[in-house]
């Protein structure tokens, strides 16, 4: 069930509201102020070490001598953290792999770290997500 409340805010912070609701393609503002309250429970659990999902990006040339047997041997290290691995060629050189996984946040971290520091890897990121 939907339930409403009054929000009182400085004219400033309000002006920012309607700007970051105008500049995202929020609908309105309950909708801009459900994404901030959500985006804040999702951080809180990954910093309190929580049962969290994301997504390991991950862009190499596949070139790069042993890269490709390293990262499958990362990922069958922490196979238990990983619901998915897709690989798409982006072009005669490089590669995107987008890992889900799902699992306590600082073993999320650990599992993107080593990938993202292997020898070679262009570029890495971890999206931070989670059921809230
Ligand atoms: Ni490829």
């Known amino acids: 069930m939907v339930k409403r409340f009054g929000v009182s805010l ?11 609701v105008l ?3 929020f609908p309105n503002r309950s909708r801009a102020i459900r994404h901030f309250i959500k985006t804040n429970l999702v951080e ?7 049962e969290v999902a994301g997504a390991i990006i991950l862009v190499y040339d596949h070139h790069q001598r042993d890269l490709q047997a390293m990262s499958t041997e990362v990922q069958h290290r922490f196979y238990k953290l990983i619901l998915s691995t897709q690989h798409v060629h982006l072009d005669h050189n490089n590669c995107i792999e987008t890992i889900t996984v799902k699992g306590k946040a600082t073993e999320l971290k650990e599992l993107s770290d080593s990938l993202i520091s292997l ?12 059921m809230v």
Do not use: A, P, Y
């Not at 400085?10 to 970051?20: A, G, I, T, V, W």
């Not at 809180?44 to 929580?50: A, G, H, L, V």
């Open 10 to 20: 400085e004219e400033n912070l309000l002006k920012s509201l309607d700007d970051f």
């Open 44 to 50: 809180k659990k990954w910093e309190d070490n929580k």
């Open 119 to 130: 020898k070679g890897m262009q570029h890495g990121k971890l999206v931070m997500t989670g």
């Open 23 to 25: 500049k995202n393609r």
